[in-house]
Structures are given as structure tokens and as C-alpha cells.
């Protein structure tokens, strides 16, 4: 009985011990990947040369008849939203861009502009029945040049952020399923960026 009861306490210890092993060995063993931490707009290629770059100062009236100067604006940070109504990606794009500036629009330091390379008439209708929460101005190729475009062609849509340096800051071109969130994250970095002590209001 004696060796038949420590036969079976050995047992029954071995299993505890085996029992706790796969825990360990699984904490050990595990291979977690690393969660990326999201990075906000993706850089154009086409901009590259441009970004820490001066912009031009591009001046426009929106479809409410107030006029913009983005040298009036240095001390501000600009988000600038290149579109126009035939775009799929652009149009796709306007409810974020709304919910976007439901929950930044209200920052003092932040100004959000749609620019539309489209006839006025034809931008005017759209917006009848797909509105932006935000100015609308229609401007014309030249200005969009301007703009830190290089190249001979613009890509829609085009996100430009400009710091309160008046320097391009971000740029990116093409659609985005997540552009409220992306476009939310390079705005913050932008937006968190200390003033030069020299920038005007």
C-alpha cells in the first residue's frame, strides 16, 4: 500500500507539474506581433522636394464670397482639400472630411479649406445635395500649380497641410478608406508643433 500510495503521489505531482507547464511555455514561446501605431497621411513622392518648403501665397474667394489669403493665415495651420465633382475618390471621401471637422473645426489654430478645380456652376449644384462642412472655393490650374504642385499633372484628391510657418508640412494625393483618421493624426502632429517665435498672426 506504502508503494502504491507514492506511486500515485509522484503521479498526481507530475501532472500538476505538467499541468502548469504548457501556461509557462505558451508565455515563453508566443509570438505577439507588434501593433503599428498608426502614422497619419502617406507622403507623396511627387511632393518630397517640397515639404519644410515656403507656399505661395494663393489667393481665392469661396462660394460665400470671403476672400482667402494663405499669407493672412500664417500663424494657422491650413488643411487644404484639392478636389473636383467628377472625382470618385474625392466625392467618397466628403462625409469624413465633415465628421473630421465636427470634431477639429472648432480649434482655434486649425483652418479647413475645400479648393475645387470645377466650373463654380457645376460646384454649386454638387453641393446641393453633397455638402461640405466646411469653405469651398473654386480655383483654376494655375493655382492649384501654385500650391506646391510639381510636375505637369494634379492628382485628385490632393491633402495638403501647411504649418503656421506657412511651410508645406504634409502632403499626400490619391484616396483613403481612412482618411478622417489618417488626415486626423498628421493635423495633431502639425496642430502639437511649436510656433517660431518669429510667426506672425
Not at 492649384?144 to 508645406?168: C, E, W, Y
Request: glycine share 8%.
Amino acid at each position: 500500500m506504502t508503494s502504491t500510495r507514492l506511486l500515485l503521489a509522484a503521479g498526481l505531482s507530475t501532472l500538476a507539474l505538467l499541468g502548469q507547464a504548457p501556461p509557462a511555455s505558451k508565455s515563453e514561446g508566443a509570438s505577439v506581433a507588434p501593433v503599428q501605431a498608426p502614422q497619419g497621411l502617406r507622403p507623396a513622392e511627387a511632393f518630397k522636394a517640397r515639404i519644410g518648403q515656403p507656399v505661395a501665397d494663393v489667393q481665392f474667394a469661396d462660394l460665400q464670397g470671403k476672400t482667402w489669403s494663405l499669407a493672412a493665415l500664417r500663424g494657422k495651420v491650413v488643411y487644404l482639400n484639392v478636389w473636383f465633382t467628377g472625382c470618385p475618390p474625392c466625392v467618397k471621401e466628403i462625409p469624413d472630411l465633415n465628421a473630421l471637422h465636427a470634431r477639429l473645426g472648432s480649434h482655434p489654430d486649425l483652418v479647413m479649406l475645400a479648393l475645387a478645380y470645377d466650373d463654380e456652376s457645376k460646384v454649386r449644384a454638387f453641393l446641393k445635395t453633397r455638402p461640405f462642412q466646411f469653405p469651398v472655393a473654386c480655383i483654376p490650374f494655375v493655382a492649384l500649380k501654385q500650391l506646391a504642385m510639381s510636375g505637369s499633372s494634379v492628382a485628385f484628391p490632393t491633402h495638403l497641410i501647411i504649418d503656421r510657418q506657412g511651410n508645406l508640412a504634409v502632403a499626400s494625393t490619391g484616396g483613403s478608406e481612412q482618411i478622417s483618421r489618417d488626415l486626423e493624426i498628421s493635423l495633431g502632429q502639425v496642430l502639437g508643433a511649436p510656433a517660431s517665435p518669429s510667426t506672425g498672426g
